[in-house]
């Protein structure tokens, strides 16, 4: 749910061998357990066939500071993942009579920009042209208080429009907090009974379910950011992301649900197909995430400490999900490594360089750069030994020094090469190098 910085899903296109029933478990535990030694994972990982589960491992901490390690039990909040699940509720509501996608929302939210324009369809696809919240400078300063319907609707209307209803698509998590409400407003239920009601109790979800404050005593993680150790992240209010990005799960739960929703258990096979048909690059709750020559489907989820994804691969029955509580590595390397694990492909257990600073080293590379490439100040900061930059409108992150004036930060595999006598830094990331300037006029 939550906005960050330089994000990318891209996996492979080429050719891929067959799946074998058997996968390297050890080289597996390796990998995981190589990534909780260097601080770089906290969460959990389950892949299936034919709904037989193939490999799970937990690794790091439920709750950093009660010492509750990971487990297969361990709940974590799974941020925009959500969106599938309320798409789900959208199509039962459709099969049932009670909703159409051609239907404008024009009578549930008269306020909202061109809601006369905007249909279900329209949101569903992210084609509404409604800005997303959570993209707005303020939302960090009140997302962890409650509010009701009738604050978040003010608010979203507020924000206007982006563009003329189906010109084109950009995400807003908008559209499925909107969805909420009309799926609420249909049933007169909350959300969270619905989600209980029509799919996670048929299904046999019982790890599933609309959050509330995290209760470890529940089996709940609490979700970190990473620095120089694991800090606790502030908690979004879970009165504000709904169907957008406020579910519980585990991914067990989740690759049963992809399992039964691909197979026509959740939804009829007719909406499915809707559910699949990508236009600029959306689905309708899902993308189209494909690994070397195979098609999948799924969704990737993000609120404050927590990272997920679950991806589903029809024509082979594979089903993979992941769930993190603190990462500070690339999520999308993570689901390559055991995918190419249950498809017999070769991958790396990364190897992890460090190199020792002391808080003064870092003096000099603390400023704000621009750059005439892009439009973009980087700020970088400091926090005892560790580097931190923050991008324009950004979450700020850690960087990890791996060498004399080089650091990086793996979740988006950035690279920052700094050089204090020239007062530059150049960075890099998915092959473009642009180079930044220390602004001497403007600094902290």
Same mark, same amino acid.
């Given at each position: ?23 390297? /478990?050890?080289?597996?535990? +390796? ?24 490999? +799970?491992?937990?690794? =790091? ?6 010492? $509750? ?8 909040? @799974? ?17 049932? =009579? ?19 324009? @905007?249909?279900?369809?329209?949101? %569903? ?38 563009? /003329? ?12 907090? %909107? ?14 009974? %619905? ?16 959050? +509330? ?18 800090? @606790? ?32 258990? $959740? ?18 709750? %899902? ?15 993000? $609120? ?29 390397? $993570? ?42 100040? @980087? ?42 006598? /020239? ?16 602004? /001497?006029?403007?600094?902290?």
């Amino acid at each position: 749910m939550k906005k960050q910085l330089f994000t990318l899903l891209l996996l492979i296109f080429t050719s891929v061998g067959g799946f074998s029933q058997s996968i390297d /478990e050890a080289k597996l535990d +390796s990998y995981f357990d190589t990534l909780e030694k260097n601080n770089k994972f906290m969460g959990s990982v389950a892949v299936s066939k034919n709904g037989t589960l193939l490999y +799970s491992k937990s690794v =790091g901490f439920a709750d950093v500071e009660q010492g $509750i390690k990971a487990s297969v039990q361990s709940k974590y909040r @799974i941020g925009s993942i959500s969106k599938t699940f309320t798409t789900a509720l959208v199509f039962k509501a459709i099969e049932e =009579g009670k909703l159409a996608l051609n239907q404008s929302i024009d009578k549930y939210f008269p306020t909202v920009a061109n809601a006369n324009k @905007i249909t279900i369809t329209h949101l %569903l696809y992210h084609r509404s042209g409604i800005p997303n919240f959570t993209n707005d400078k303020s939302y960090m300063d009140w997302n962890t208080q409650p509010k009701t319907e009738q604050e978040m609707v003010a608010f979203i209307s507020k924000l206007g429009s982006d563009f /003329e209803p189906d010109t084109k698509a950009s995400y807003s998590n908008s559209n499925f907090v %909107l969805l909420t409400y009309i799926l609420e407003k249909t049933y007169k239920k909350q959300y969270s009974k %619905l989600i209980e009601e029509k799919i996670t109790k048929p299904a046999d979800l019982k790890d599933t379910y609309y959050g +509330s404050k995290i209760d470890t005593k529940k089996n709940e993680c609490k979700s970190y950011k990473y620095t120089d150790n694991w800090k @606790i992240e502030l908690e979004t209010d879970m009165s504000i992301p709904l169907g957008a990005g406020g579910i519980v799960s585990t991914p067990r739960d989740l690759i049963k649900f992809g399992d039964l929703l691909f197979n026509g258990k $959740i939804i009829s096979e007719n909406s499915l197909k809707q559910m699949e048909t990508i236009r600029d690059n959306f689905g309708m709750g %899902l993308f189209h995430i494909p690994f070397y020559d195979k098609k999948g489907f799924g969704h990737t989820g993000g $609120i404050d400490g927590f990272n997920s994804m679950f991806v589903s691969f029809p024509g082979d029955s594979i089903a993979f999900a992941y769930a993190s509580n603190g990462t500070n590595y690339n999520g999308n390397d $993570i689901a390559i490594a055991v995918l190419s694990a249950v498809y017999q492909k070769p991958f790396e257990i990364p190897e992890f360089k460090t190199f020792d600073m002391k808080t003064e080293d870092l003096d000099k590379y603390v400023g704000i750069y621009s750059s005439k490439q892009i439009s973009l100040k @980087i700020t970088i900061s400091k926090d005892n030994k560790v580097l931190i930059a923050q991008a324009t409108g950004q979450p700020s992150f850690p960087l990890e020094a791996t060498e004399k004036d080089k650091f990086k930060f793996d979740m988006a595999k950035i690279v920052m090469e700094f050089n204090p006598e /020239e007062k530059t830094m150049i960075l890099k990331q998915g092959g473009g190098e642009f180079l930044f300037t220390k602004d /001497e006029k403007n600094q902290e």
